[in-house]
């Protein structure tokens, strides 16, 4: 489509904009009211969601890009982004798929017609997605659990939305926060009844073929007093995306004796031996523990993406409430990552936990990040945070940065932190065992990371294992 | 007697450092070697020689075990062959759990002997039954690799690795140093029992006292990077005496 053409639709009436023809794959580069409206058009939104997408969109350009990161990249042209993808055609078959990701499907054991799925080819009537969804839609509705796109949500559930929408992360809570609140692309809702506790796992994997979620994906999720739900992101394949800056924004609220459990994988390009073309990846992760008993955990596998800049993290504002954030974090190639969790101590007798797992290799760059806070309020609270660093290779780094900051007398918080090295007597010994030096090393890598492996729902357990041999496949010596 | 392992002039370096300068050996098949010598001398250097630790790197001569020549093998490929060290020092892997790394060990050679693997049922039946014999506490198997365990308690999980392995030619590097005198008799009645026509042992010691329990077909002295001397146990006695100086000027 030709500029004047654009000019012409963002110039005009927003409504207009639905006249665009449907082959269009990219709305132009360039951030302006403009294109929040296209966007919120595209979205067939109601006037206050745009609204709102305005209000953050004018908050964003005030704000500045955050440096305190231990990253480095060059800087960020956000005008020469373009901030709205349609989903994309599917292509005939795997023989158009570039080979290294087929390769990577293979080792991580992933069915064929999953692989045609995630690889965005057109799918058999047998694996039709759609009767899948239905069948567990119609599941989760005779139990009144919502499970949708948000921009279902936005139309069909404005007033959940409404409520707790930003409730978590304010739209102007970090530049990258506003940016996404002003952009999002599309993302996943969900809302568990009172009392109702989820029977499966919910999983982006329901939605492979529903449209590209994008690159500033919104997540929201509600957990209603005595609720459980285990919510599961990403998946082991890899994924390329031409859009080379994510900004994700996910909120959870636990009500009273509710439980959330967030799983992630994230495998996103990691760039290539000196860092080009992969992803950066800058999320912002929270939630927030409402009512007393209530329990948030945060479990995370990351190999990808070359700038990861993330912090999952809880607000303990419930009496009793538990925050738990259990992360493994691998840095190979030329990959940076300064990630670790907030947890913030309000309410009484709250406790947390983090388990945090960085793992580098060749000339990765692994920094964790974690800030314990205990309110005046939070009297009997009890942290335990534990990070470890595997180096791999002398050319990797890690960095521990924890901030403890206590007004509380009777708070507890307990910080240990090792970096140790795979070593060529741990090797050596598994070798004169008759095990296979990569075997070896993968051992080595899953026992560092068990107690972070063992959270995760099992059969995510299982991917996330083939992913991490996977990933360091190559990675020694 | 047939020959399990003959290492011809074997030269070997540490870094820069030339440690084997020449060392002629044979070891027979279904026989104990001991080797003894002062510090210094080349008896470690030798064991990791012969099992292919990747900081010792030969610069001359071959080591040849049943009848092929592995001077040149990669470490698991050795092991695979049947050829077992019981580390000084076994390191410590956090995480890994030691019944689980020592059926992946049994499977590995299992799978190299073209034998099909045991399920962690059978695997763990076989795991009792040894561990019962060796008079360990069983929850030292579901612990994490050496991690924290006693120095007597890491001796025995080499001998128990020992025993799940069944490995032809061993190599027992002062398996003696840091056990007291009750752990040292168990740990000799344990590698006694195992002593077969087929296999062959090789123990390196400072002390006298664990040939007393396990008697050694021959004795080796290094000294500076070769062998100085071969014999019986009289050798044992007359380094009793004397000391090492004995043998240099023979």
Known sequence: MGMEKVDKIINSDYELGFEVDIEEEKAPPGLSEDTIRFISAKKNEPQWMLDLRLKAYHAWLKMEEPRWAKVTYPPIDYQSISYWAAPKKALESLEEVDPEILRAYEKLGIPLEEQKALAGVAVDAVFDSVSVKTTFVEELNKLGIIFCSISEAIRDYPDLVKKYMFSVVPMTDNFFAALNSAVFSDGTFVYIPKGVKCPMELSTYFRINAQNTGQFERTLIIADEGSYVSYNEGCSAPSRDENQLHAAVVELIAHKDAHINYSTIQNWYPGDAEGRGGIYNFVTKRGLCEGENSKITWTQVETGSVITWKYPSCILKGDNSVGEFYSVAITRLAQQADTGTKMIHIGKNTKSVIISKGISAQKGQNSYRGLVKMHESATGAKNYSECDSLLIGDRCGAHTFPYLESKCESAQIEHEATTSKISEEQLFYLRQRGIKEEDAVSMIVHGFCKDVLSKLPMEFAVEAKALLDLTLEGSVG | ?250
């Open chain 2, 1 to 250: 007697m047939s020959t399990m392992m003959k290492i011809k002039d074997l030269h070997a370096q540490i870094g820069d450092k030339q440690i084997l300068k020449g060392i002629d050996l044979e070891l027979l098949k279904g026989k104990v070697h001991a080797i003894m010598g002062p510090n210094g001398a080349g008896k470690s250097t030798l064991s990791k020689a012969i099992v292919g630790h990747p900081d010792v790197e030969v610069t001359k001569g071959t080591i040849v075990y049943k009848d092929k020549d592995i001077t040149d093998w990669e470490p698991e490929e050795r092991a695979l062959e049947g050829i077992f060290m019981a580390f000084q020092h076994p390191v410590e892997i956090p995480g890994v759990n030691n019944a689980y790394f020592l059926r992946t060990a049994l499977n590995a050679k299992r799978k190299h002997l073209g034998l099909p693997p045991l399920n962690a049922a059978e695997f763990l039946r076989l795991l009792k039954e040894k561990i019962k014999e060796l008079g360990m506490r069983e929850e030292m198997i579901h612990r994490s690799l050496n991690e924290g365990f006693s120095g007597g308690e890491k001796k025995l999980n080499e001998i128990l690795q020992m025993e799940i392995l069944e490995p032809d030619f061993v190599i027992l590097d002062e398996i003696d140093s840091g056990l007291d005198i009750d752990a040292l008799k168990k740990v000799s009645e344990a590698i006694n029992k195992m002593r077969t026509p087929d296999r062959t042992f090789m123990i390196i010691t400072h002390y006298r006292k664990i040939l007393d329990y396990i008697e050694p077909d021959f004795v080796h002295v290094l000294k500076n990077g070769k062998v100085l001397k071969t014999g019986g146990i009289e050798i044992v006695d007359a380094l009793e005496k004397e000391g090492y100086k004995i043998f240099e000027e023979v």
